[in-house]
């Protein structure tokens, strides 16, 4: 007991000290032990009682503070994942391709389709030329585009194109 616990004034009871009695309490706060006269009454004292909700409330408010901060360094990470997603044109390229594509395995679209929506041609995993035709394929991931000397580019799948296999 330290000498804070000796100068808190305490709620005496009119009865003898008895720990079998069912009037008999410890106060959670600081151990202190005592009999009560009302049967409610869990703390030693109303400072007790002040003093254990104060440090319960000091503690979730902690708590709460610190899970703030893992979600704001959480969402700082999202959004530093976005930027570095928006400014790799290669990903934006793909993502770009993925969900113009959709669940299709082709699509037919014109070629300023893509150059409007952003799609940087010069950024791409590999380029070929399928043999024995006019027609270039760009690889982007796991998606391709294929254009030859019409107005018309076709976005599909790698695994569509046996030959970059």
């Given at each position: 007991m330290n000498v804070k616990?000796?100068?808190t004034q305490r709620i005496e009871g009119?009865?003898?000290m008895d720990r079998t009695s069912h009037r008999y309490r410890k106060c959670p706060n600081d151990g202190h032990e005592f009999m009560t006269n009302n049967l409610s009454r869990i703390y030693c004292s109303d400072h007790c009682a002040d003093e254990f909700h104060?440090?319960?409330k000091k503690m979730e408010a902690e708590q709460l503070q610190k899970k703030k901060a893992e979600q704001t360094l959480e969402i700082k990470e999202i959004k530093q994942l976005d930027t570095a997603i928006v400014t790799s044109p290669l990903v934006g390229n793909i993502h770009l391709i993925g969900a113009t594509l959709?669940?299709?395995q082709f699509l037919k679209v014109y070629k300023n389709y893509l150059t409007d929506k952003g799609l940087d041609f010069g950024?791409?995993?590999h380029k070929f030329r399928l043999p024995g035709t006019e027609l270039n394929v760009l690889?982007?991931?796991p998606y391709a585009i294929a254009?030859?000397?019409e107005d018309y580019i076709i976005l599909t799948y790698k695994k569509n194109i046996p030959w970059i296999q």
């Open positions: 616990n000796l100068l009119a009865y003898m104060n440090q319960k959709g669940n299709k950024v791409y995993d690889t982007y991931g254009w030859g000397y």
